[in-house]
């Protein structure tokens, strides 16, 4: 599950390496709390992501982990680890 805090957010979608950055795949929901939550089923591996958030991309507040894109800019990291 991704969830980002965003509280002032009108809309907020998940773009991402595993959806081809395709935001439309990915639109996120408010819950009661005022966070944006979206479940995706991913397999094992490395994943690139971000939110787009009011029309902006943004990194996500509670992840450190980044890297460098090709746009100068950077995108936020996911570990998905295989289950036993």
Known sequence: MFSFDFPDAKEVYLGGDFNEWNIKKHPMKRNTKGHWE???????????????????????????????????????????????
Do not use: F
Request: glycine share 6%; proline share 4%.
């Open 38 to 84: 979206k479940i995706v089923m991913l397999n094992p591996g490395r994943y690139e992501y971000k939110a787009m958030v009011d029309g902006k991309w943004q990194l996500d507040p509670n992840n450190d982990w980044t890297c460098m894109n090709c746009y100068g800019s950077h995108n936020s990291i996911i570990m998905v680890l295989q289950r036993e």
